[in-house]
């Protein structure tokens, strides 16, 4: 039985994943034998690697998958092929070692070209998916710059709110002392001239040559 293990899936566990899937797809095989397989290379039990194919992998390998069924039908038609032949070639005695050899041959140099076009699939789209992943990593580095940024403008504008409102507080200020200076010296100027009149008003007197006190108008 193979260990279970707790790890996260690496790329690479993918990547085997994907593989020996495919690989079984593409021979007519059932994905249970595959996943048994996937998890006796990467010390995983079949149920995981089953639930990480149906969960996530499989998605990426749409076309992959198309791929090796359509590979698999053409499979099972070459042996149907085959079988025809060789039966036919049995009953009038044509059938010889070097012509099946042949035939073998010929048969596991196309399964070798698929299965490498396949890996050369696979392994393209792992760069992309390591490039993707970088670029990901790329955008939330700016982002996070983004909201420090973000975070800084707003302590300076609050900042800047904190000292217009001091200054609004001390101009409101000056602004009462300063109609209440005007009102000073507005009452100041009033009685100022109050004082001028009741000077004017009061009676004026002079001495005249004989000594005595007349009023002046």
Known sequence: ????????????????LA???????????????????????????????????????RKKYEAAIQIAKAQRQKRTQLKKHAAVSISGSSSIGLL????????????????TLSIDAVIRFLRQWRNTY??????????????????DELDRLGRENNKLNKQVNEVETDYRVVNDDYKALIQ???RARKMAFLVEEEEEEKPRFKMDANGNLERVE
């Open 1 to 16: 039985m193979s260990a279970i293990r707790q790890d996260a899936w690496s790329d690479e566990d993918d990547l085997i």
């Open 19 to 57: 593989e020996v899937t495919l690989r079984h797809i593409r021979e007519g095989s059932t994905q249970l034998s595959a996943f048994e397989e996937v998890g006796e290379r990467i010390g995983r039990t079949a149920a995981a690697c089953g639930f990480r194919w149906n969960s996530f992998v």
């Open 96 to 111: 010889d070692g070097p012509e099946l050899s042949t035939g073998k041959v010929e048969t596991f140099t196309e399964e």
């Open 184 to 186: 000073i010296m507005d």
């Open 130 to 147: 390591q490039d993707m992943n970088r670029h990901i990593k790329n955008l939330e580095k700016e982002l996070q710059d983004k909201e």
